[in-house]
C-alpha cells in the first residue's frame, strides 16, 4: 500500500509538471488538480465496484431464501 501511494505521488507529479508547462498554469495547481482526479477516479471505480458486491449478495440471499 505504501509503494502504491509513492506511485500515485509520483505520477502526479509528473503528469501535473508536464500539464503546467503546456497549459501554462502554476505547476502546483496543476499537480494538485492530477492527484486530485487520480483520487476521484479510484473512489468512482471503488463505488462501481462495491454497487455491483451489493447487488450481487442481494442475489445471493435470494436464493437462499427460496
Do not use: C, K, N, P
Request: glycine share 6%.
Amino acid at each position: 500500500m505504501f509503494a502504491l501511494a509513492i506511485g500515485i505521488a509520483v505520477l502526479s507529479g509528473i503528469v501535473g509538471l508536464y500539464a503546467s508547462y503546456y497549459a501554462d498554469v502554476s505547476s502546483g495547481a496543476a499537480i494538485v488538480l492530477t492527484a486530485t482526479a487520480l483520487f476521484a477516479a479510484a473512489w468512482i471505480v471503488h463505488s462501481l465496484r462495491r454497487s455491483r458486491q451489493i447487488e450481487a449478495d442481494e442475489e445471493e440471499m435470494e436464493t437462499v431464501y427460496e
